[in-house]
């Protein structure tokens, strides 16, 4: 009860500070009453759509459109409890080079209560988003070799598209390197689907676990049963992973449902291969936005490379 008393003093400063945002610190819904011990803010638009953000992790677990439709993944048997990282959704994955594992084995920033931040750094406004800051400061146990930083993110939502932008302060009076990502979880209709793409494209039939080096700054997620499109842009972030474990890998994962996988598609926005490094009061910045198109290629609506460079 300590840190649902400690939320709720948040709640008149927010009233005052944010158009459009919702304070529920409890959820009920059929995931249980793990769940329900998770505070959450609620993002709301004109449009209808709307955006549910954990404290905890500074996780995304709900992003709907303005039909009601929910465009994230989350799996059936995630662990809606501290100390555990929430499979689905959006979140934050940090890591100093060094630590063994990989970044997102080693993402303490997904099981840390985050904190609203009352200062935030100055960013240019977006107009008519409704945006939330959070920030997550280092403990003594966070790094086996102690580096103290600030984790800052803010996440504005719109109809149509959710912006995420990530910083990372050096606050040790020593420099520091590090890995950084963002693991989005998608919704999608049966991956097992077959369809004719083109060349260049990536398509599922089985286990997929790859890691794109410099990939593109824009990419597209066509999912010709929804007659959907994902259009994923994002800065300072120049790798891709994109992953789907398949039904043996889905029955060996304790916090996936067996039948999961069907159902998502993560694509995460990475800087992994080279090293982000920061000396002393330094900051990194990055940059991601997923925007939706109601279209099919299938249908002859939308070309990839229209997406991807621009309509004519």
Known sequence: MKLLRSFFGFLDWLQLDWRRVKVKPFVSNSRGMLQQQLPRI???????SSAEVL??????VSWKNQRKEELLFMSSKAK?????????????????????????????????MWSLDRDPSPLPPIND??????????????????RSFE????????????????????????PFS????????????????????????????????????????????IDHEKKRTFVLQKN?????????????KAKALPDLGDD???????????????????????EWKGYQEISTVSSSYCSGQLDPNKVLHGFQ
């Open 55 to 60: 404290l905890y992790g500074g996780h995304i």
């Open 129 to 146: 988003h409704s945006s939330i800051d959070l920030i997550l400061k280092s403990t003594g146990v966070d790094l086996k070799t102690p």
């Open 151 to 174: 984790l800052r993110l803010r996440i504005s939502l719109s109809a149509g598209n959710l912006i995420l932008i990530p910083r990372v302060r050096n606050t040790d009076n020593k």
């Open 178 to 221: 590090f890995a950084f990502s963002l693991c989005n979880y998608l919704s999608v209709s049966d991956i097992r689907s077959r369809f004719t793409e083109q060349a260049d494209a990536i398509t599922f039939d089985g286990e997929t676990d790859r890691v794109y080096l410099h990939s593109p700054n824009k990419i597209a997620i």
């Open 42 to 48: 609620v993002l709301t638009d004109p449009n209808g």
């Open 236 to 248: 300072a972030l120049p790798d891709s992973v994109v992953w789907n474990p398949w039904n043996k």
């Open 80 to 112: 809606w409890k501290q100390h555990k990282a929430i499979r689905g959704g959006i979140s934050a994955c940090f890591a100093r080079f060094g630590d063994v594992g990989s970044v997102e084995q080693n993402g303490m920033t997904r099981n840390r």
């Open 260 to 282: 999961d996988y069907k159902m998502m598609i993560c694509v995460n926005s990475a800087a992994i291969d080279t090293p982000i490094l920061l000396k002393p009061s330094e």
